[in-house]
């Protein structure tokens, strides 16, 4: 099984990824040997049902007719793939290339002094309720609405330095160990 700890870096992240893309190949591959042994079986079935049409028209038996038609009957169940899966792991989890922005409101006598301003900024992390899937069973997850994550929200205490100027714009990168690396762009207005 493959998976990611909390807080991984985008080391791990790329790690898991080339692992999950050369256990695909070999699925494939695997899956080519396996579509050439299904054609040599269904090849034999062919042949089968060819035969026992022969002993049909010679001999009368209904019985192996009656075999062969509910062979042809049958129902193949087939699983969802999990190639289109494979394809999104971490698709919520890795950074966005645009910043979360956010807009601080300081007062003159604030930007003068010095201030802490509380941020909440929005994160994305795994959905609680699908597990980061996306799907609960074969219904799209009413949490996430399919994406596979959620955004919630991390408290940040930034500390302003004395003499910020009007315009100033600041830029940090958050790590939460639920949430995936967001960076931020905080911009500084003075009323």
Same mark, same amino acid.
């Given at each position: 099984?493959?998976?990611?700890?909390?807080?991984?870096?985008?080391?791990?992240?790329?790690?898991?990824?080339? +692992?999950? =893309?050369?256990?695909?190949? #070999?699925? $494939?591959?695997?899956?080519? *040997?396996?579509?050439? !042994?299904?054609?040599? @079986?269904?090849?034999?079935?062919?042949?089968?049902?060819?035969?026992?049409?022969?002993?049909?028209?010679?001999?009368?038996?209904?019985?192996?007719?009656?075999?062969?038609?509910?062979?042809?009957?049958?129902?193949?169940?087939?699983?969802?793939?999990?190639?289109?899966?494979?394809?999104?792991?971490?698709?919520?989890?890795? +950074?966005? =290339?645009?910043?979360?922005? #956010?807009? $601080?409101?300081?007062?003159? *006598?604030?930007?003068? !002094?010095?201030?802490? @301003?509380?941020?909440?900024?929005?994160?994305?992390?795994?959905?609680?309720?699908?597990?980061?899937?996306?799907?609960?069973?074969?219904?799209?997850?009413?949490?996430?609405?399919?994406?596979?994550?959620?955004?919630?929200?991390?408290?940040?205490?930034?500390?302003?330095?004395?003499?910020?100027?009007?315009?100033?714009?600041?830029?940090? =990168?958050?790590?939460?160990?639920?949430?995936?690396?967001?960076?931020?762009?905080?911009?500084?207005?003075?009323?």
């Amino acid at each position: 099984m493959v998976g990611v700890p909390r807080g991984a870096r985008p080391d791990d992240l790329r790690r898991v990824h080339r +692992e999950v =893309t050369s256990r695909r190949r #070999a699925v $494939v591959a695997r899956r080519g *040997r396996m579509m050439d !042994r299904a054609c040599e @079986v269904l090849r034999a079935y062919e042949v089968r049902d060819a035969l026992e049409t022969v002993h049909l028209s010679a001999g009368g038996l209904t019985e192996p007719a009656a075999r062969a038609a509910s062979r042809r009957d049958d129902i193949a169940l087939d699983f969802p793939s999990v190639s289109e899966m494979v394809d999104q792991i971490g698709h919520g989890l890795v +950074e966005s =290339t645009a910043p979360c922005i #956010a807009r $601080v409101r300081l007062t003159w *006598r604030q930007a003068c !002094r010095g201030a802490h @301003v509380p941020l909440e900024i929005p994160v994305r992390c795994t959905c609680l309720v699908c597990g980061g899937r996306g799907e609960i069973w074969d219904d799209a997850c009413s949490m996430c609405a399919g994406s596979g994550t959620e955004r919630q929200h991390h408290l940040v205490r930034l500390s302003l330095p004395t003499g910020v100027g009007p315009n100033a714009r600041f830029w940090f =990168t958050i790590n939460p160990p639920y949430a995936a690396e967001t960076s931020v762009d905080v911009r500084v207005t003075i009323v």
